[in-house]
T-cell receptor
Framework: AQTVTQSQPEMSVQEAETVTLSCTYDTSESDYYLFWYKQPPSRQMILVIRQEAYKQQNATENRFSVNFQKAAKSFSLKISDSQLGDAAMYFCAYRSAFAGGTSYGKLTFGQGTILTVHP | GAVVSQHPSWVICKSGTSVKIECRSLDFQATTMFWYRQFPKQSLMLMATSNEGSKATYEQGVEKDKFLINHASLTLSTLTVTSAHPEDSSFYIC???????????FGQGTRLTVV
């Protein structure tokens, strides 16, 4: 079974600064997807960024980028130019690329990191 | 992106009664839907996976007779909490995927309070 670990229960950052959220995972599979989700106080889950394991290039979405280290099974999220609206709980998630079985599409989440942005 | 609508957004029920939560994919056919439970400031815990037209697959430790899941169509899955008790109070979230899509679309969640 796959596991996802976020070792930082809480992080804080000053507005306009950069912060990095850590995530490690464990899997025996070679092909999979990794995601970062944001859950603001409204509790609506919002996809921030995704990475396909077979791609070596790190994904980037505007101010959000990842550092994907496949051998180390590490997948950190960097938020640049932090904004007050970035304050939320962030979840790292894993999904197998195996297209079979009744649990196809199942996401395994980390424990989450609460990010506070100070003005 | 695709929209998943979850209803109701919150519900209060008396202990011993049952409550149904609906999860609808509004603009795509959801071959698979997932139901999660989340306690405050904690992660999402998968309860069950629901495939259209077949029985749901429950995660270990989840009582299938207590949390009834029905996925009768490609756009609707329901979670019924039967004989609810205060310990069932939680935030329930559904998500849906469309076949080979790599993205899961989430509903807004339902806050259940059992009094």
């Amino acid at each position: 079974a796959q596991t996802v670990t976020q070792s930082q229960p809480e992080m804080s950052v000053q507005e306009a600064e950069t912060v990095t959220l850590s995530c490690t995972y464990d899997t025996s599979e070679s092909d999979y997807y990794l995601f970062w989700y944001k859950q603001p106080p409204s509790r609506q889950m919002i996809l921030v960024i995704r990475q396909e394991a077979y791609k070596q290039q790190n994904a980037t979405e505007n101010r959000f980028s990842v550092n994907f280290q496949k051998a180390a099974k590490s997948f950190s999220l960097k938020i640049s130019d932090s904004q007050l609206g970035d304050a939320a709980m962030y979840f790292c998630a894993y999904r197998s690329a195996f297209a079979g079985g009744t649990s196809y599409g199942k996401l395994t989440f980390g424990q989450g990191t609460i990010l506070t942005v100070h003005p | 992106g695709a929209v998943v609508s979850q209803h109701p957004s919150w519900v209060i029920c008396k202990s011993g009664t049952s409550v149904k939560i609906e999860c609808r994919s509004l603009d795509f056919q959801a071959t698979t839907m997932f139901w999660y439970r989340q306690f405050p400031k904690q992660s999402l815990m998968l309860m069950a996976t629901s495939n259209e037209g077949s029985k749901a697959t429950y995660e270990q430790g989840v009582e299938k007779d207590k949390f009834l899941i029905n996925h009768a169509s490609l756009t609707l899955s329901t979670l019924t909490v039967t004989s609810a008790h205060p310990e069932d109070s939680s935030f329930y979230i559904c998500s849906a995927t469309a076949g080979a899509s790599t993205e899961a679309f989430f509903g807004q969640g339902t806050r259940l309070t059992v009094v």
